[in-house]
Structure formats: C-alpha cells, structure tokens
C-alpha cells in the first residue's frame, strides 16, 4: 500500500518535548476512548436499545479509525527510514500494537452482541436468522424479497481474465461460490442494498413475538431466486474500508472548493485499510477473493456474520419508547421566553445556554429574528458543520440575504465527512445573495462565532454575539453537550469583529485582549495562563487548573502542562477522548488527576479554568489541546465574564469531577476503571439537567 503523506507527517514530528518525560500513544489512547463506548455498551443500567446505539457508535468510530487513522499510520510504515527516525514513533510497531488491541476488543464487540440479542429475548424480541423463520416470516421475507429487494440486486461475477473488481468503501458485500456445469468454482458479489432499505426488518407479529430479520439474512433466504440453477451453498459478508482523507495540497493554484469537490469524487477510489470478512469464510475462498480484489494480506480482518453494524442505530423497537431512555423535555429560560426579541435581553446582560439540556429554539430564534429585524445591516458566521437536510441556521441566513441584509458567511469546506453537505449549503447561500468565503489554505476554520451589526436610530452601531464550543446543527445539539454565550459587551464584539476581518483577509496576526485566537494567540495566552499558576505555587499560594476537552495530544503543550504540575500547580482534567497525557508519575505528573466521561450526551464543550490569585479566569472553546488546533486551525476561545454565569459553569464542572456513576480514571495503563467513591451516587450529566431546571425555575 502507497499513498502520499508528506503534508501530514507533521504532526508526528519529533518536538521539543523534554526527552526524560513520557507520553501515551495517540492511537493507543483513542482505542481506550473507544472502548469506553463499547463499556456503555455493556452497562446494565443503560437501557437495552440504548445499548444497541452504543455498539452502533463504536462500530460508526472503528470504521472511522481504519478510514483515516490505520491509513495514516500504514502510509507513514511506507515512508523512507530516514524520514521515519524524524517521528516521534515507530508506526510500524504501532500499527502491530493497535492490531493486537483491536482483535481483543473485536472479540468482546462480537460477545457484548450476542449477550444483547439474547437479552432481547426477555421482551420476547429474537433476532434472527433467515434458518430460524416460521412458515408465514418465509412467506413474508420471500414477497419482501421479490417487491423491495431482488430489483436493487446486480450480480457480479468475478473472472480471472477480467482483472480486479473495485469494492467501493465500507459498502457491505455478500460473497458467494458454487460449481458450474464443468465442475468449477464461479464466484459472485452482491451488494447489499442498505442505502436503499432498512438493514433490520421488523417481521410481523406471531403469538405475542417479535422477530427481527437483518436485510442479509433476507438475500440469504432468497439466493435461490437470483440463481434458480445452481444454487450457492456458500454465502458470507465482506466489506473493504478505504483510506478516506482528503489530500488537498494548499500550495496548489486554483479554487480550493473545486479541489475538494473533485476529492471528494476520489474519496471512495482510496487504497484498502482493512478487508473485513466472515471468519468462518474456508481459506481457499478467502485466498481467492483476496486476488481478485487486489488485497494485501495486511489488508485482511476477520469479523462476525454482520458488519457495518453503525445500523444498529435503526435497530427497530416494537416496544418503543420502552427499553429506550426516558426523554428529557428541553429546557426554558424564561427570561428569554418574555423578552420581545432576543436582542433586547441580551443588551441587558450575558446569556449562556447549555446544550442539550436547554432547547436550540433560543440559537434559532436569535438568527430568524435578525433577519427579519429592520435594524440590522450585517450579520457575519462561520459554519463548521451544520445539520443535513433542513437547517433552520441556514434558513435563516437565507432570509436575511434576500431580505438586504449584508450576510458574510465563512464555510469550512474542508469539515471532515461533511465537505459535501457543507459545499451544497454555501451554493444555496450565494444564490440568496449572501457573500461566501472558504477554506484559507493551510488553515482549517474551526470556529463557532457570529456577530450581528444593528443601527442605531443616531447613526451608531451596535453589535451582538454568538460565541459555541459546538457546531451550528440543532440536530447534532440534541446529543452534544456544549454550550453558547450571547452577549453585547464591547469587548468581545469588537474583538469578534476583528476575527472576522482575519477570516476576510488572512494576513497578518489578530490583535486580542479578551479573546485567545488561534493559530496565533491561543498557544501563547494559554502559555501565560499556565505561567501565572505555576509562579503562584512557587510563591506558596493557591494554584489550580481545571481543564475540560475532547483530547490532549500536543506534546509541548502536555509538557508545559508537566512543568506545572512539578511547580506544585494541582490540575482536575475531564477528557472525552485521546489523552496523551500520563497523570501520577512522579517527577512529572503526580499533581495531574484525570477522568473521562462517556454517558448518555457525548461530552463535547472545551473549558479551561484558572485560579489565577483567586481571580477565576474561565475560557470557553472549540479547541483541543491537540497540534492542529493550536497550529493549523482558527480557533475562538472566549472568556465568562459575568461572575454569576462563570459561576454556573464552575458549578457543572465540579458536578462532572464528583461524578461516580459514568466517570472513568484516565491512567498510565488506560485501564478504563470506573471512578469508584463512598459519596452519594451521582451521575453528573443528569445532576446538571436539574441544576438548570432547579437555577432557571422551569
């Protein structure tokens, strides 16, 4: 396998990290991440079909993982000897360590599942395969199978002669055999139609029993129908998953957009990083299999009967809305409910709004009614990631484009997996007469800010912001946990708008006081920030640092992070995913205590909190502390001002350290312990949902 990485190896690159200190393997940490997903999984207390959509995410991750991270790591094994000593790893011996890691959890994937679908049977829910159907589920899986199924199917046989069949990405396969007349194998592929149909069917209800039927086990049944002659015996899934990143090289000329558009045609033609197949596949079909794909051996993973189980996620519920977490209503801020407009009450102070637990409408309704407000000449956003399909975000900046409004959006085309979605909403947003801007070369634009321009009846202006640690998606804001802040002090409009200014003209650096910006500002404010805590240990004072983020990778800012922990600087660090960092070494960490929680919302906002001589110093971000963030990505982060709302965020922060429920430690081994104390059971994602409803009276 070859693929070129050149523009990517930076990020392994040895730094000046000191030597003497130690660091966890990126890959390493995220399968320990990833694992903790498959915990939930596991958990008893989660309800059943909840724990289904666990497995549906790890599977959703792993696919992932192989797509971008395996790719990597086999490209970077292919690279020159000399330039392999510049990393900071071996990724060989990596790639045999993640391997390793990877068989293990396949195996306890592949057990968790069986152990759900005979729970299933507790509810008298089966999940079955097409040798277990009644005379009446035959009946129905054979018309299901003639109306729905057998036109999407087009067999194709493989030949010798032919050359290799190109398999497109994580497309599910069956594989089948027979003998022809002479006695011969002949081999044909049969693309299972899930983007089409559901992958699990609901079979109609007999004697008080559900059964459940997969969309493979459905061809199974009916092979015959697609070959009345010869009838093949032998039928197993397969799938390939290519290397899926982007390689857009920004010292070419021309329009970066059209770059990515014809990228994303080249998305699914990438090198193989993993054939998955059924282990119980003979050899010899596998053998040949392998020839006519074009596989390598490195290529090869053995997996269950299924795979792309991500569609667990549809795993229907004839039970519904049991076996399924009890809803929690969103949230209400009732000032914000009787205020005329959303801008009247931001005027008067700062709001802050924590997703999911209180409701997007307060987001949407801030930009449906700047649209459609007289006052305002110009609205300028920067759009990550925005929900597929109908965005009420984008729906309003329509409006107000057509409306006259001056409407600058900046669209990050380069959002991973989602270049296309995004390529289509700008597309729209031009049409409507709104000014686009797109990706800066060299730079990833990652962050979630909007400001509004209103007049004055004087002839002055006045501005109001929006400032996210997520993404503007009211879909994906019912799952991750962030937050927003909306507010008119001067201060951080003004700074904001500068902001904007860069993402217009991307030269030179951003002059900030109150905001830390990356690439340019964020390293060195957190730098000083860090700084200030360890002079005040060294002087004998209080010093402590509270940091809440998705990862930790950056070797020199873990560095700084160690050199403060050696000053006596005691740290709290609640981290979702990769953590590089080792906490409780001595000489270098032993004042570092770390915990990651994985629950019912995905944990996504960034925080970072200092005692700073009892000042509180609390920023607010989309940035991890991970080399590309800090170096290669424009990142926001904001600080709390008003005492009472920086109060509230300490509040839920402290509910996440005490949490003793869904709280595992982070450690050297990544051992995924569970956080085990004496105190009162606390499960800090419902503990934060009623201290929102208890603060606001709702």
Not at 130 to 140: H, I, K, N, R, V
Not at 250 to 263: A, H, N, Q, R, Y
Not at 396 to 425: C, M, P, Q, S
């Amino acid at each position: 396998m070859t693929t070129n990485l050149d523009h990517t190896v930076a990020d392994r690159l040895k730094t000046d990290a000191p030597a003497e200190f130690s660091f966890n393997d990126r890959d390493l940490s995220w399968l320990a991440f990833n694992y903790r997903v498959l915990q939930e999984a596991k958990d008893p207390r989660v309800p059943l079909y909840e724990r289904f959509k666990f497995m549906a995410i790890y599977s959703s991750n792993m696919d992932e993982f192989f797509k971008v991270r395996v790719a990597y790591l086999r490209g970077l094994a292919t690279l020159k000897k000399k330039t392999q000593r510049r990393l900071d790893f071996d990724p060989v011996g990596t790639l045999h360590q993640l391997q390793r890691l990877i068989k293990k959890q396949r195996v306890e994937y592949a057990e968790t599942f069986a152990a759900l679908t005979e729970e299933l049977k507790q509810h008298h829910i089966y999940f079955i395969n097409q040798q277990e159907l009644s005379p009446g589920q035959q009946a129905f899986a054979a018309e299901y199978f003639k109306a729905q199924v057998q036109p999407l199917l087009n067999p194709t046989f493989l030949h010798e002669n032919v050359g290799p069949v190109f398999l497109p990405s994580d497309v599910i396969h069956h594989a089948l055999r027979f003998l022809d007349n002479e006695g011969d194998y002949v081999y044909a592929l049969i693309e299972i139609p899930t983007s089409t149909l559901p992958r699990f069917l609901l079979l109609p209800e007999e004697e008080g029993k559900w059964s459940i039927l997969a969309l493979d086990d459905v061809i199974r049944y009916n092979i015959d129908q697609l070959f009345p002659k010869v009838s093949p015996s032998e039928v197993y899934s397969i799938k390939v998953t290519r290397d899926a990143e982007l390689y857009i090289y920004d010292e070419f000329s021309g329009d970066l957009v059209e770059k990515i558009k014809k990228s994303l045609n080249k998305r699914n033609l990438g090198v193989p990083s993993r054939f998955l197949y059924d282990r119980n596949m003979p050899e010899d079909f596998l053998k040949d299999l392998k020839k006519s794909l074009a596989l390598a051996d490195d290529d090869l993973v053995s997996g269950g009967r299924y795979h792309n189980l991500r569609d667990l996620m549809g795993f229907p519920n004839p039970l519904a809305p049991e076996l399924e977490y009890e809803k929690l209503t969103p949230l209400r801020v009732p000032a914000l409910d009787r205020s005329p407009q959303m801008v009247d009450a931001i005027l008067q102070r700062d709001w802050l709004i924590h997703f999911p637990y209180h409701s997007y409408d307060y987001l949407s309704r801030f930009l449906s009614e700047a649209a459609e407000d007289h006052r305002v000449s110009k609205i300028r956003i920067s759009l990550y990631r925005v929900a597929v399909g109908n965005s009420k975000v984008v729906a309003a900046l329509i409006e107000a484009a057509k409306r006259g409004i001056e409407v600058t959006v900046f669209v990050e085309v380069k959002a991973r997996f989602d270049e296309e979605n995004n390529i289509y909403w700008s597309t729209e947003l031009f049409k409507a007469g709104a000014k686009v801007l797109y990706s800066i070369p060299g730079l990833k634009v990652h962050s979630k800010t909007c400001v509004i321009t209103y007049k004055n009846p004087d002839g002055s202006q006045t501005r109001v912001a929006y400032f996210g640690t997520g993404n503007f998606n009211e879909k994906t804001a019912r799952i991750y946990g962030d937050l927003g802040l909306f507010t008119a002090n001067p201060a951080l409009t003004d700074e904001l708008l500068a902001h904007f200014d860069f993402l217009r003209q991307p030269k030179g650096e951003i002059a900030t006081q109150q905001l830390m910006v990356a690439p340019h500002g964020l390293r060195t404010g957190l730098y000083r920030l860090i700084d200030q805590e360890i002079a005040e240990a060294r002087a004998g004072r209080k010093a402590y640092m509270l940091l809440k983020l998705n990862s930790v990778q950056d070797r020199e800012m873990i560095a700084k992070l160690y050199e403060a922990s050696n000053a006596g600087v005691k740290m709290d660090l609640i981290i979702r995913g990769i953590c590089c960092l080792q906490p409780g070494v001595p000489g270098q960490s032993e004042n570092i205590r770390i915990i990651s929680i994985v629950d019912r919302f995905l944990e996504h906002a960034r925080m970072y909190l200092f005692h700073h001589g009892g000042e509180q110093r609390l920023y607010c971000s989309s940035a991890d502390l991970m080399t590309r963030n800090l170096n290669d990505r424009v990142e926001v982060a904001f600080p709390v001002l008003d005492p009472e709302l920086k109060q509230e965020v300490i509040d839920l922060l402290n509910l996440q350290l005490a949490d003793n429920q869904k709280a595992r430690v982070i450690d050297r081994k990544l051992s995924n312990k569970y956080v085990k104390t004496k105190s009162e059971p606390l499960r800090s994602q419902y503990a934060i949902y009623w201290y929102l409803k208890n603060k606001y009276g709702v």
